[in-house]
């Protein structure tokens, strides 16, 4: 079983920024594919950003390319999601996901986080 805890979240203005972080346990990080997914009021919850297993390579929602990037410390087993240039749109409830392949729209992974909260005012 894989323990994903999330944090970061909070309130910033339109153009601000945010870094949420996760930190896993429950295996060993380097072998699980990580991402984000979010989820607004109203909304389904939607891919955001996925990284593989290394760190090498990493995937984007259209929305959010260019502002966004996603990494990850394998030594510290934390990933992170640095979120700039945010809009009220981004505003979410932000979950870590796990998985054994690559996530994305299709695979949301198999372990989720509780989520953290991101609020953009305008």
């Known amino acids: 079983q894989v323990q994903l805890v999330e944090s970061g979240g909070g309130l910033v203005q339109a153009g601000g920024s945010l870094r949420l972080s996760c930190l896993a346990s429950?295996?060993?990080?380097?072998?699980?594919?990580m991402g984000w997914f979010r989820q607004a009021p109203g909304k389904e919850r939607e891919f955001v950003a996925g990284?593989?297993?290394?760190?090498?390579?990493?995937s984007y929602t259209d929305s959010v390319k260019g502002r966004f990037t996603v990494s990850r410390d394998n030594a510290k087993n934390t990933v992170y999601l640095q979120m700039n240039s945010l809009k009220p749109e981004d505003t979410a409830v932000y979950y870590c996901?796990?998985?054994?392949?690559?996530?994305?729209?299709?695979?949301?992974?198999?372990?989720w986080g509780q989520g953290t909260q991101a609020t953009v005012s305008s």
């Open positions: 429950g295996r060993t990080f380097s072998s699980l594919t």
């Open positions: 990284i593989s297993r290394g760190g090498t390579t990493s």
């Open positions: 996901a796990a998985g054994l392949r690559e996530l994305g729209p299709r695979y949301p992974g198999d372990y």
